[in-house]
């Protein structure tokens, strides 16, 4: 009886805590930001470098003398869908944030933005790229430029660079990021009249690719083209070289490919991979050559392309948010940002408020990420 | 051919990693009857600690191998002592034992991911020399062989120990029936603690070859193999030792012909689940089980 | 007040309809673990509900309650067919038979096109209803409690305590087993159904080995010998999260560990359930309900 007691009142606590916090969000001294990641779960690996890059974000956006300052607060959908819900219900109708950053999955916001949307609070995805999340409504936006962008550009420089004619493709079909990925490499390859010689499919949390690997060494392809999530992608390219299918056969990924943990995690493996994407770690632009050498210094480690677009997710938010005092405002303001100086580039949203700046493709060339080409 | 005598050795390599899992596993539900569903946590951290040792402390493998499968043999113990003991004398200790069990397999998973992130990690390179061989235009490497010879060797050994020895004669008295063990004079509770430090112990093992091959460790990735596990011990027969690995390669070359044969591997986990429900329906003892306790 | 309930379930609204909906999930699990049958289908029971369901309401354009009830049917259609081959697998071996079932299921989610594959069914009507969650619920528990008295439920409960017994009492163990089985399937299915119109999409992941894990979870830390055991099962594991969040506990691991560990602490510590801490308070009660 005693420990029910005590749990009744850890929820009544709960209750009165967030029920006081029922005050307004735009002060003039900090712009409430809710970010939902998925820090635990199945996706925390990529959670994990987002809280990173918005936390650096927020950071200096603080120290820096003056202005108005960021109250963010950080929560985590365990990968599930319904805490996703859950969080968001709390961000908005409890904490009454002005912008949500997240969810870093794309199947959780197919679920979470529509509350966003019907109330009017802004939401600035900063990974996902799967198909019909714009589409929600006129307050959720992206600055994760989707594969149905990057693909594209990457499979036409590649073909041209690398005379493709017949290639396999392999993904992963238990996930919304992966399968929706492998759909629009199937499009652009047809497009391309470029022969799909087989597909392979693998689940998230695999390990061993042998056996798909296998059959597509037996079929000679020019190139592997393959829809992974980094965890996966490493695993991948390393036995697909030790299995023996050459380096000549490049191997070609998009958005999730492009973290570092695949050089560090395959090695020698990853030399010659071919990854199209929306960032380039390399990039000379004075504000990514800062951003690399802060996440490197604080984390001991280099950034991911999550990390990344998390990163420049808060200084748009950030852009939008400071001269609003409604959240009308910031969605009214986000629309209207224009060649905005990022990290990722120029940075402006389409008229269907998705990502518009420039997408990149790199191979990995002496354990690091360099423009395909050069 | 050279396509099938390839598919063929990477299913005999990725079933051996199945009943190295597996054999741990259906050790404490031999003599137990319980599932203790925190084995696949146990697996994932064996690997990551023997990562730390090699990592962190500057251990050669040599060293750290033999650490970290004590250290998850000790995590047995604990998981014994805190999940088990208590609800040994409660009539619903079976499902019970299942819940505790998980509770620990997410503390475990916290306590990894608190202390070694989300991301995959992996062992330096060259933690160990591994050697390509090329033959006939199939390729094996020697982490591969030493594996399979790993799970091999196992089986033999863990078989004799439990059929020889004294330890192992009271390990089998107490999975017949403990009264009748402690009626023996056998001290039920010790054989019960040691039968969770050996089978734990093998967990671990099985993790740090599991991160050695694979490249990848994660505080999450025992749960890929978790199911696979459950399925394996099933298919070889429940408490049955050479069942584990039998059933492994079992289900490592389904899959593995699944992908072989159809050129496509969309079916392959299907076919593996639908060759298991098969298997309970058809003989529910599973290849080499004792058929008695499992049919009404 | 009136404003602050509304700001409550502003705030909670979610979190009180899944409440209801995994409440409804446990009581689907509980009518055959009060047999001593452990199944971990019903995660899937739901799946097939709930595509059914949305299916149903898609490409058919049927009315909500009506393709409700579709899903229901589905499921229990299958749950009938399943039932009559594996109900004679006893204990662990159920469960995976079960288990296996369930992940073929959500396999052919993953490859199917009607279904939409890995990104799911999508375009589901926003219209379940907290009101029809708790009536749903009130009705089942309700039959629920109804059936722990009838002739069904008795024979249930015998079968549990011992089988061979009962079937020499005459009671047709079969027969009664693919009932109880049936009956969850199908209340697994409506819940099932009634989840996919309040996400406006369901996924293959949202019925996979995890969740019919939870099921069980819910079942053990409520009490499956009372029936609103699973009820307060559900209620406290799925609001964990939200109580930690609100108490301050850091996002991430820690609150991960701690989940771990409350659902440790009440397995170790309450043998019955939390249902027994209410069996305490009202002792002849509960009794009359356990004995």
Redesign the interface.
């Known amino acids: ?1 005693k ?2 007691n005590r ?1 009744l009142f ?2 009544v ?3 009165g ?3 006081t916090a ?1 005050n307004p969000a735009f002060s003039a001294e900090a712009i409430k930001i809710g970010f939902v990641f998925s ?4 996706a ?2 990529y ?3 987002q809280k990173e890059g918005a936390e650096l974000a927020v950071e200096q956006i603080n120290a820096a003398a003056g202005g108005v300052k960021i109250a963010p607060i ?3 959908d ?1 990968s599930v ?3 996703g ?6 961000l908005i ?2 904490d009454k944030v002005a912008v949500i950053i997240g969810p870093t999955l794309s ?1 959780t916001a ?2 979470t933005n ?2 966003a949307q019907q109330i009017g609070v802004t939401v600035l995805g900063v990974s996902n790229t ?1 198909g ?1 999340i714009t589409e929600i409504g006129d307050y959720i936006f992206r600055n994760s430029l989707t594969e149905a962008v990057v693909i594209p550009n990457t499979i036409k420089v590649a073909k041209e660079k690398l005379g493709l004619k017949k290639v396999v493709l392999f993904y ?5 990021f ?3 990925g492998a759909d629009v490499f199937r499009k652009v390859l047809q497009a391309e009249g470029i022969q799909i010689l ?11 690719f ?3 690997l ?2 597509i060494k ?1 079929q000679n392809p020019d190139a592997v083209v393959c829809s992974a999530l ?2 996966e992608a ?2 991948i390219v ?1 036995q697909a070289r ?3 299918i050459p380096k000549t056969v490049r191997i070609i990924g998009g958005n999730g490919f492009n973290s570092p ?1 695949l050089i ?4 020698d493996a990853s030399e010659g991979v071919v990854v199209g994407a929306a960032w380039n770690i390399s990039s000379t632009s004075p504000l990514n050559v800062k951003f690399v050498d802060d996440y490197t210094k604080k984390y001991n480690r280099p950034p991911d392309q999550f990390a990344a677009q998390a990163f420049a997710g808060v200084h748009i938010a950030y852009q939008a948010a400071k001269a609003a005092d409604n959240r009308k405002a910031i969605r009214d303001a986000m629309v209207k940002i224009k060649g905005l100086d990022t990290l990722l580039g120029q940075f402006s949203f389409t008229e269907g408020r998705d990502a518009d700046h420039t997408p990149v493709v790199q191979e990995v060339k002496g354990g690091k990420f360099v423009v395909f080409g050069n | 051919m050279n396509l099938l005598a390839q598919q063929l050795v990477n299913g005999l390599f990725i079933g051996s990693v199945y009943g190295l899992f597996a054999v741990g596993y259906t050790l404490v539900f031999g003599v137990l009857d319980i599932l203790n569903l925190a084995h696949a946590a146990v697996f994932t951290l064996g690997g990551l600690v023997a990562l730390w040792l090699v990592q962190t402390a500057g251990m050669s493998i040599w060293l750290a191998f033999p650490l970290a499968t004590l250290f998850a043999g000790l995590l047995g113990l604990l998981l014994n002592q805190v999940a088990f003991a208590p609800l040994r004398k409660r009539a619903d200790s079976q499902f019970s034992g299942l819940i505790s069990s998980i509770a620990m397999a997410i503390i475990f998973e916290a306590v990894a991911m608190g202390l070694f992130g989300a991301r995959s990690v992996r062992f330096p390179q060259g933690t160990v020399s591994v050697h390509i061989w090329h033959i006939a235009g199939v390729t094996i490497t020697s982490l591969q062989v030493g594996i399979v010879l790993v799970a091999a060797l196992l089986m033999v050994v863990l078989t004799l120990f439990i059929q020889r020895t004294r330890i192992g004669k009271a390990i089998r008295a107490v999975a017949e029936s403990e009264r009748a063990a402690m009626l023996l004079g056998v001290n039920v509770n010790g054989i019960i603690a040691s039968t969770f430090l050996i089978s734990s112990a093998l967990g671990g093992a099985a993790g740090i070859l599991y991160g050695l091959y694979f490249d990848a460790l994660a505080p999450d990735m025992g749960r890929s193999i978790e199911l696979k596990g459950l399925a394996v011990i099933i298919l070889g027969g429940m408490g049955s030792i050479p069942g584990a690995i039998l059933g492994g390669l079992a289900f490592g070359l389904s899959e593995v012909l699944t992908v072989a044969i159809t050129g496509t591997s969309n079916l392959r986990d299907a076919v593996a689940f639908t060759v298991l429900f098969a298997i309970l329906l058809i003989r529910p003892s599973g290849l080499l089980g004792r058929g008695k306790m499992r049919e009404a | 007040m009136l404003e602050q309930l509304a700001q409550f379930y502003a705030v909670y609204g979610s979190v009180i309809n899944f409440i209801g909906i995994n409440a409804l999930l446990a009581l689907s699990l509980n009518v055959t673990l009060a047999a001593g049958m452990l199944s971990l289908g019903n995660a899937a029971f739901a799946g097939l509900g709930g595509y059914a369901a949305g299916i149903l309401t898609i490409y058919f354009k049927l009315p909500y309650v009506v393709s409700l009830c579709g899903g229901a049917l589905v499921a229990g259609i299958v749950g009938l067919v399943l039932g009559l081959p594996v109900l004679r697998l006893r204990g662990v071996f159920l469960a995976m038979a079960t288990l296996a079932f369930g992940e073929v299921v959500r396999i052919a989610a993953v490859n199917l096109d009607i279904t939409g594959g890995a990104e799911g069914l999508t375009g589901i009507p926003n219209v379940t209803k907290t009101w029809i969650i708790y009536l749903t619920l009130a009705g089942t528990a309700y039959f629920m409690a109804v059936l722990r008295s009838s002739k069904l439920g008795w024979a249930l409960v015998s079968m549990r305590e011992d089988e061979t017994a009962a079937a020499c009492l005459g009671i047709h163990v079969t027969y009664y087993k693919v009932v109880a089985f049936t009956i969850g399937a199908m209340i697994a299915g409506l819940a099932g159904g009634m989840y996919a119109h309040l996400n406006y999409l369901i996924t293959p992941r949202d019925f996979g080995f995890f969740i019919a894990v939870d099921l069980l979870i819910y079942n053990i830390v409520g009490g499956t010998r009372i029936w609103y055991g699973p009820i307060l099962g559900a209620a406290l594991i799925t609001a964990l999260p939200e109580i930690l969040r609100g108490v301050g506990v850091t996002a991430g691991p820690i609150r991960m560990g701690v989940n771990g560990l409350i659902l440790l602490l009440v397995i170790l510590f309450l043998p019955n359930g939390l249902a027994s801490i209410f069996a305490r308070v009202r002792p002849a009660a509960a009794k009359a309900e356990t004995a």
Do not use: C, H, W
């Open positions: 009886m420990r029910f749990l850890a929820a606590v709960s209750v805590f967030i029920s029922v820090m635990t779960g199945g925390a690996a959670g994990a470098t950080f929560e985590d365990a869908p319904q805490q819900t859950n969080v968001y219900n709390k109708n409890g199947n197919k679920i529509p509350i799967a019909g992963g079909n238990d996930d919304a992966t399968k929706s087989s597909e392979q499919t693998f689940a998230k949390g695999d390990r061993d042998s056996p798909q296998t059959q037996s980094v965890e490493s695993g390393n030790q299995l023996g943990a560090k995690n395959a090695g």
